[in-house]
């Protein structure tokens, strides 16, 4: 048995949490323990989690205070070695925990393990592969929204030492407090990356990220509390308006895909301000991207 403590925050997850839960319970090396945190609920998750109960799996409940205090509630109650973290709305592949922690047997110092995962539909086949960026290019790929960057919600495992020394999840973030985490362990501890795709991620219309006006307020969160360090590693020194200039190319990309134009332009105005030639970079690559994708979609 792996000592390795899951965590599944759970509001109202009903329609997901027991496939969630079964891809856990069938894992080639299982946990020692799992914790489903029902995040108040009123749909019915927490008789769902309940029925796993003879297979250990433990229900916590809480009123709705938001995803990172219920992640937060789940790690207070771990005895194990490292934390595993899962959406409910998410599966893991059966040799998720083994490879992970090979991994972070083979390099103790580790803060953080990570890995790829499959893009998935909503009844969770597969869509695309997301390879995971080198554990050196992590806090750069986290900062600057960059794709291969870690999933923690998903291919996370953390040390519970770790975790408690940073704090855990900032509970007055929600869509950026993954990405908040992931910086402030990686400014302090190395990471490792498992390359083989660890988890299925569904794409679904309900999904927290997709809410553009707290994801910007969590990346300017991020974004000052991260320059406010006194020693950065070098590649991100001096690079806060490369990076703000990547969030408001991002919303800008956002706001144009739902038809509010009017925004789009403000943030596209806001990424020249920040830093023009990465503007440019970004915008371009974005468009040589989707003209591929519709040549490739021609043939």
Same mark, same amino acid.
Request: proline share 5%; aromatic share 6%.
């Given at each position: 048995? $792996?000592?390795?403590?899951?965590?599944?925050?759970?509001? +109202? /997850?009903?329609?997901? *949490?027991?496939?969630?839960? @079964?891809? #856990?319970?069938?894992?080639?090396?299982?946990?020692?323990?799992?914790?489903?945190?029902?995040?108040?609920?009123?749909?019915?998750?927490?008789?769902?989690?309940?029925?796993?109960?003879?297979?250990?799996?433990?229900?916590?409940?809480?009123?709705?205070?938001?995803?990172?205090?219920?992640?937060?509630?789940?790690?207070?109650?771990?005895?194990?070695?490292?934390?595993?973290?899962?959406?409910?709305?998410?599966?893991?592949?059966?040799?998720?925990?083994?490879?992970?922690?090979?991994?972070?047997?083979?390099?103790? $110092?580790?803060?953080?393990?990570?890995?790829?995962?499959? +893009? /998935?539909?909503?009844? *969770?086949?597969?869509?695309? @592969?997301? #390879?995971?960026?080198?554990?050196?290019?992590?806090?750069?790929?986290?900062?600057?929204?960059?794709?291969?960057?870690?999933?923690?919600?998903?291919?996370?495992?953390?040390?519970?030492?770790?975790?408690?020394?940073?704090?855990?999840?900032?509970?007055?973030?929600?869509?950026?407090?993954?990405?908040?985490?992931?910086?402030?362990?990686?400014?302090?501890?190395?990471?490792?990356?498992?390359?083989?795709?660890?988890?299925?991620?569904?794409?679904?219309?309900?999904?927290?990220?997709?809410?553009?006006?707290?994801?910007?307020?969590?990346?300017?969160?991020?974004?000052?509390?991260?320059?406010?360090?006194?020693?950065?590693?070098?590649?991100?020194?001096?690079?806060?308006?490369?990076?703000?200039?990547?969030?408001?190319?991002?919303?800008?990309?956002?706001?144009?895909?739902?038809?509010?134009?009017?925004?789009?332009?403000?943030?596209?105005?806001?990424?020249?301000?920040?830093?023009?030639?990465?503007?440019?970079?970004?915008?371009?690559?974005?468009?040589?991207?989707?003209?591929?994708?519709?040549?490739?979609?021609?043939?």
């Amino acid at each position: 048995m $792996s000592d390795v403590a899951v965590v599944i925050p759970a509001f +109202n /997850a009903k329609r997901w *949490l027991a496939e969630a839960i @079964e891809s #856990v319970l069938s894992q080639t090396r299982p946990p020692a323990e799992c914790f489903v945190v029902d995040d108040g609920s009123t749909d019915g998750t927490a008789a769902i989690a309940r029925a796993f109960s003879r297979e250990g799996v433990h229900l916590l409940s809480q009123p709705n205070s938001g995803v990172s205090r219920a992640r937060n509630f789940g790690a207070e109650q771990a005895t194990a070695r490292y934390l595993a973290f899962l959406d409910a709305d998410d599966a893991w592949l059966p040799h998720k925990l083994e490879l992970q922690v090979n991994a972070m047997h083979a390099s103790p $110092s580790a803060g953080l393990c990570y890995g790829g995962y499959l +893009n /998935a539909d909503e009844d *969770l086949v597969p869509l695309n @592969e997301v #390879v995971p960026a080198p554990a050196k290019e992590a806090l750069r790929r986290t900062l600057f929204l960059e794709p291969g960057g870690p999933a923690l919600s998903s291919t996370g495992m953390i040390p519970v030492e770790v975790f408690r020394k940073v704090g855990g999840f900032k509970s007055e973030l929600t869509t950026g407090a993954d990405s908040d985490l992931l910086v402030r362990i990686l400014l302090q501890w190395n990471a490792v990356c498992v390359r083989e795709p660890l988890a299925l991620y569904r794409q679904h219309g309900g999904q927290m990220h997709r809410n553009a006006l707290a994801m910007e307020r969590d990346m300017w969160h991020i974004i000052d509390s991260t320059f406010s360090v006194v020693r950065l590693p070098e590649d991100i020194q001096g690079q806060r308006r490369r990076v703000i200039a990547a969030l408001e190319v991002t919303l800008m990309a956002d706001a144009f895909s739902r038809s509010a134009y009017g925004t789009s332009f403000v943030h596209g105005v806001r990424a020249v301000e920040a830093h023009l030639p990465h503007a440019a970079k970004l915008v371009t690559r974005g468009l040589a991207r989707k003209l591929k994708v519709r040549a490739d979609a021609r043939t």
